[in-house]
């Protein structure tokens, strides 16, 4: 069977460039995927799939049924919407949306959903069971699963597979990791809460601004003699908002970032943690506080018996020199996690670095790009699992 998929990729290519070029030059963002999933939905029906459109706002699924008895279903699920970047690379199917561009890779994802699909429905007849394509939006606010989940798309699923790009892994390489794939990532916000007062007279007053930075300053020293080094925490204040005019000290400071974590129990304790210490520091110095920690996604768990099929479609596909064990995991987060709370599952990351060049841009970056044979690898790797997974449970 896998010669036979090799076969049918190989014949796809050239039009899964295709359907990616198309899919970069017309980006959209989290939410406004109408055209992208139109397109999707169109190319899932020509393939003979049952299309949904507008799960999940603006979501489409696509349901493959195998001609055995197995009642199970594997989901595979792909993301679609850009993000607010000025592209940068100069290709020739660059971004025809101001401002907005396929960074981190969702036009390959979906391609890959989408030849997998056509890989899939030409060989439906041996599969046992049935296959659900996920094409989700807007992964990028970290909302889109959510949505997906909510309108139904996990019924009955199984097990679920995911793919995201990894421009430090060249094209042709396929790259696992067991257990922790990606880190939870929660928001955080903190009111400082003083007294307002003349410049000139700092001591009649409650300075907001210093002791935000003292909060700021006390948290990330605790970090390195409070928290586990082997289960690492990573706090970053992106936004800070405070004060009125030079000469007045300010009386309300709002702070907001990210807290991302890998185990779940040293998560659990965060919330309880940043309140301490804020609530120490505020006390020392007479100011009140407002913590709001607001819990995002989890973290990726990848699900041993899943890689091991990952691990076993890619070497046999590729060759054991051409699938790496990731030795760590991402502090990135990704919503793929969302769907792990109601199947296991697993991601594998898919190289799409060019072997010839110095500089392989990351993800998020205005001059990202990807080296497009790595389409071929991820849709024969993704096939080939799905094949894989009814002869191994």
């Known amino acids: 069977m896998l010669s036979r998929i090799q076969e049918l990729a190989a014949k796809l290519s050239p039009r899964l460039i295709e359907i990616r070029r198309h899919i970069h030059s ?3 963002l989290s939410g406004q995927e109408h055209q992208t999933s139109a397109f999707v ?36 699920r792909t993301d679609m919407d850009a993000l607010p970047i000025h592209e940068r690379t100069g290709l020739d199917f660059s971004s025809r949306c101001q401002g907005i561009m396929h960074a981190c890779g969702h036009d390959v994802h979906t391609t890959v959903g989408l030849g ?35 309108a139904g798309a996990m019924k009955d699923v199984s097990a679920v597979l995911g793919v995201h790009v990894f421009p430090s892994i ?11 794939l990606t880190a939870a990532a929660d928001d955080l916000e903190i009111i400082i809460i003083g007294e307002s007062g003349h410049g000139a007279r700092p001591h009649e007053a409650i300075d907001a601004i210093w002791i935000a930075s003292q909060v700021i300053t006390t948290l990330q020293q605790a970090i390195s003699r409070t928290q586990n080094p082997l289960r ?33 129990e040293t998560r659990t304790n965060l919330p309880n943690w940043i309140e301490q210490i804020v609530s120490s520091v505020c006390q020392s110095y007479g100011a009140k506080y407002q913590v709001n920690y607001r819990p995002g996604v989890p973290s990726v768990q ?27 995991p991402s502090l990135g987060a990704e919503d793929f996690s969302v769907y792990l ?21 990351p ?12 389409i071929f690898t991820g849709v024969v790797t993704m096939a080939y699992s799905a094949y894989k997974f009814w002869s191994a449970s």
């Not at 990848?302 to 760590?328: H, K």
């Not at 993800?363 to 790595?374: K, N």
């Open 363 to 374: 993800l998020h970056h205005p001059q990202f790009e990807v080296d497009e044979s790595a």
């Open 41 to 76: 939905a169109g190319v899932l029906s020509s393939s003979g799939l049952h299309v949904q459109e507008g799960v999940g706002q603006t979501g489409v699924l696509g349901e493959l049924k195998g001609s055995g008895e197995d009642g199970r279903i594997l989901a595979i």
């Open 26 to 28: 017309h980006p959209e």
């Open 302 to 328: 990848n699900d041993y018996g899943l890689t091991q099929i990952f691990q076993s479609a890619a070497e046999e596909a590729w060759g054991s020199d051409r699938v790496q064990v990731l030795p760590e």
């Open 341 to 361: 709370e109601h199947a296991p599952g697993s991601m594998f990351r898919l190289g799409v670095g060019f072997k010839d060049r110095n500089i392989n841009y």
């Open 170 to 180: 060249p094209a042709g390489s396929i790259g696992l990791r067991y257990g922790a």
């Open 116 to 150: 997998t699909a056509m890989v899939l429905s030409e060989i439906a007849q041996d599969l046992p069971g049935k296959v659900r394509f996920l094409f989700q939006p807007a992964e990028e606010i970290a909302q889109g699963a959510s949505w997906m989940v909510d």
């Open 232 to 264: 690492p925490v990573v706090l970053s204040i992106g936004q800070i908002n405070g004060g009125r005019a030079p000469n007045i000290i300010a009386d309300q400071v709002r702070l907001c970032g990210t807290v991302r974590s890998l185990h779940p």
